[in-house]
């Protein structure tokens, strides 16, 4: 199992900056995938980024405005947010997959933090 701990989220302008940590339970080396995901008042939970085994996705609204980084001595993920836009406004959530035995994945699920963007 995994438990994931977000912070970092608040309350920033249009064009500011946040960064969100996500720390976990055990070595993110044993961890099969890390990511972020969002969710707004009344929509689905979205993909912002997701990185496995070196490689790294991002969602398209926000490649070139997000960085993913990852501490292995701290067990924790970073999440950049530059140039923040209203539109990014949502709970962000961390998430872990990591291989169950006979195959398949199990997911694991931070408790969220809310980044509201507004002047």
């Known amino acids: 199992q995994v438990q994931l701990v977000e912070s970092g989220g608040g309350l920033v302008q249009p064009g500011g900056s946040l960064r969100l940590s996500c720390a976990a339970s055990?070595?993110?080396?044993?961890?099969?995938?890390m990511g972020w995901y969002r969710q707004a008042p009344g929509k689905q939970r979205d993909l912002v980024v997701r990185i496995n085994s070196g490689s790294t996705n991002y969602a398209d609204s926000v490649r070139g405005r997000f960085t993913v980084s990852r501490d292995d001595a701290k067990n924790t993920v970073y999440l950049q947010m530059n140039n923040l836009k209203p539109e990014d406004t949502a709970v962000y959530y961390c998430?872990?997959?990591?291989?169950?035995?006979?195959?398949?994945?199990?997911?694991?699920w931070g408790q969220g933090t809310q980044v509201t963007v507004s002047s």
């Open positions: 055990r070595s993110i080396f044993s961890i099969y995938s």
């Open positions: 998430n872990a997959q990591t291989v169950v035995v006979g195959g398949g994945l199990s997911d694991y």
